[in-house]
């Protein structure tokens, strides 16, 4: 399974969404995703001349080999060069099983489960913003396109105004209600929110400190979540490491009636101390890991008490690390809850790898809002994500499915490469 060639596209939807395309001597085509980074195509590209002509199934050295020529760009601790590789990586897997004419799992110890849980991400109550790769807020190309424009896409792509301009609407608490009873009723059994929401009480941007009346705001978000979904949904909240430890604490303290299933990443994720401090210290177990790369990392933040549920993500990390780190927790007897903000291809492999997890929790869906996420996905009978499940096929091989690439064309970043078409 000789590889001949390396391509690449972006998806522009809430994030770009960049798929690595396999294509190997036995016209094998495999699909990979990367977290999206600036200027990462140019990073694919200029690692491709390393894998022309390799053997495509041995994966681990040629990952070995990438990472490597990285190394002094720092590959060995995170970044875009892993991002990258992850990419990249999933590809190959998903050629390798199809060239095995077996299901992704297979390859990676069998299964656990075969029906995998999601959970939703319901953002800050209303709808999506799009981010750049920069995270700047953006109205994508193809919604001004005639006939594109009307509310809907309006309402879910709402572009923000930034911070300071969001901090000075209210907090509609009946708007995160509401999301949330919707998500429950599209079949979730897991939902979460963001919990560094902008209001009008935040004295300072940038101290990391909360008020109390900032932690009042949060805890009555939750508690309306929780007063709408009844407790048999389980709800998390993400703090995208705003806070001081002494913040987190003290809101952690404040959420604690309402029952959650985990509060994520409350402190800056390159402090070990930092997170140790709040775990010690709070009654709702603390998430965190979309920010770490390597076992070795999540080796540091368990023995050190910085993390009690792991959230790797596994189009940064790649599916032979992410295995290797929920292997790592599982050692600990922590849970696993993958981070994902991916388009059908990134969800489709991380699926297929939480179900050979027998640790794992629950794996995110971050794109309820795009009106095109399933559209993305060929050869699936209906919707992949079906009452809040992923229900993986044994007859399926690889990652499962295709890329409907007529699809991603339509909603492609129009400055960057569309594998070999002229764009
Ligand atoms: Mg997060």
Redesign the pocket.
Known sequence: MEIRDIQTAVIEANYDWTIVKVITDEDIIGYGECFFAPGLTKVIHELKPLLIGEDGRDIDRLCRLLREAGATSGSGTGGIILHAIAGIETALWDAYAKWLDVPLFRLFGGAFRKRIRIYA?CHAGEGLASLSSICTPRIPWWMSRSGETENFYEIHFRAHGGLKEEAQEPVNLQAYAERAKRVKEMGYTAL?FDADIPNAYMRDEFNRCLDNLEIDLIASVVEAVREAVGDDVDIAI?C?WRFSPESAVRLAEAVYPFKLLWL??PTPPDSIDALAQVTRRSSVPIATG?NHYTRQQFYDLIVRGGIQIA?PDFQKTGLLEGKRIADLAETFAIPVAP?NISSPIGTMASAHLCATIPNFLALEHHGIDVPFWEELALGWDGPIIRDGYIELDEEKPGIGIELNEDAAYRYRRKDEPFFDRLV
């Open positions: 991400d979460k993400d995208h994520e990443d979309e959230a981070h």
